[in-house]
């Protein structure tokens, strides 16, 4: 049986400042929690119902798992329907970002995304076409925000995510910076290179005066219907099956 003190640790890591004070992030759900077990991630403790306790002994020897009640599951989870297992997870600590690790291959670069459903699906589409990195700014939401580690579906096991001053970075890394703006050329015969950074904006404002300066080719979806904006998910998800596709054309 879990105590009031438990249960008060675990729903404190609900905000932001207590998961950076005690280095630990929650994720939800058996998938989630099996990746992070078979990643570089370290989980530090398990809470799950009596049916999948000897799935996690038969992962893990060496994390502590917690035999809890549904009901005690639900005073855990901040999920409106609350899954089976849950797990604290250690958050790792920043390494020192190298501009020369980018160089040969494409990464995104989030400037303000705010909504941790459309952050997580970012993560989840990077991992499905191999983008490793994705580089945020600092107001972007923390990627540690158990809803968006609820949407990655476990992809954020993969996908390294980085937090740091856009500018300074995108002037240091000497790539094609490629801006989604409404005024750029249509993504459908963009020729891209076999390299660079492709900056999506915020889901109101779009990418920020400042960061536009930095933006070397402007990249524009067409919109053939009636709609105002495109879901900024949505957008990352077409950008990277384009960059993707015409690599392959390409190799073949």
Not at 52 to 69: A, D, G, P
Not at 86 to 104: D, N, Q, R, Y
Request: contains cysteine; hydrophobic residues 40%; aromatic residues 8%.
């Amino acid at each position: 049986m879990l105590s009031k003190s438990q249960i008060s640790f675990v729903n404190a890591l609900q905000q932001k400042k207590q998961r950076k004070e005690q280095g630990l992030f929650i994720a939800e759900g058996v998938k989630s929690i099996t990746e992070f077990l078979n990643s570089d991630y370290t989980v530090s403790s398990i809470y799950c119902t009596a049916d999948y306790l000897e799935r996690f002994s038969k992962l893990t020897q060496k994390v502590k798992i917690h035999e809890v009640t549904d009901a005690e599951i639900k005073k855990l989870s901040a999920l409106t329907t609350p899954q089976h297992a849950l797990a604290l997870v250690e958050i790792p600590e920043k390494t020192a970002i190298v501009p020369e690790s980018f160089k040969g291959k494409f990464s995104l670069v989030l400037d303000g995304i705010q909504d941790p459903g459309n952050m997580g699906t970012i993560i989840r589409t990077a991992d499905w076409f191999g983008f490793e990195d994705i580089i945020c700014s600092n107001d972007t939401v923390d990627v540690f925000n158990p809803k968006v580690v609820q949407a990655t579906m476990g992809s954020l096991s993969r996908v390294r995510v980085t937090y740091l001053e856009l500018q300074p970075f995108l002037a240091a890394v000497k790539l094609p910076v490629y801006g989604a703006l409404l005024d750029g050329e249509n993504i459908y015969t963009k020729n891209f290179k076999e390299e660079g950074l492709v900056i999506l904006g915020n889901e109101g404002k779009g990418i920020s005066t400042q960061i536009i300066a930095e933006v070397t080719e402007s990249v524009t979806i067409p919109r053939f219907g009636k709609a105002e904006s495109l879901n900024v998910a949505i957008a990352a998800s077409i950008f990277c099956s384009e960059i993707r596709r015409k690599s392959f054309d390409i190799k073949r």
